[in-house]
């Protein structure tokens, strides 16, 4: 149970440092990564799910055992954005540093899982 709460609270840790600046950071994206961003609303409401899911993590890391079932649409989550952008890379549709973040979110769906099958242990001795 001890590494599922490890886990959760370093990926919430850093999907609030990643996730948090996009909210002040549309024109410069835009700017650094043509071409402007035309549908902003897309855009925030990707923030903004983003960041409502590092406070998923949060409530998941603090009771891990009690919320194990949310582990599962946090995996989805985590697999989703990664496949999404490693396949557009291979495309040649977004930059290496697109690529780069959709890897920490395979990695971060690798750990969850881990956790998952670690809290059913657990979760049964208790």
Known sequence: MQIARRIFWIAAIYGILATTPLFFLE???????????????????????????????????????????IMIPAMLEKLSFGFAGVILFMLGRVPLTGAATAMMDLVFAGLFWRAYRRTAVSGCQS
């Open 27 to 69: 024109s410069r994206l835009g700017h650094d990564f043509p071409p402007v961003i035309t549908h902003p609303e897309f855009f925030y409401g990707f923030a903004g799910v983003a960041l409502a899911w590092q406070i998923a993590f949060i409530y998941i890391a603090r009771e891990p055992v009690r919320l194990r079932p």
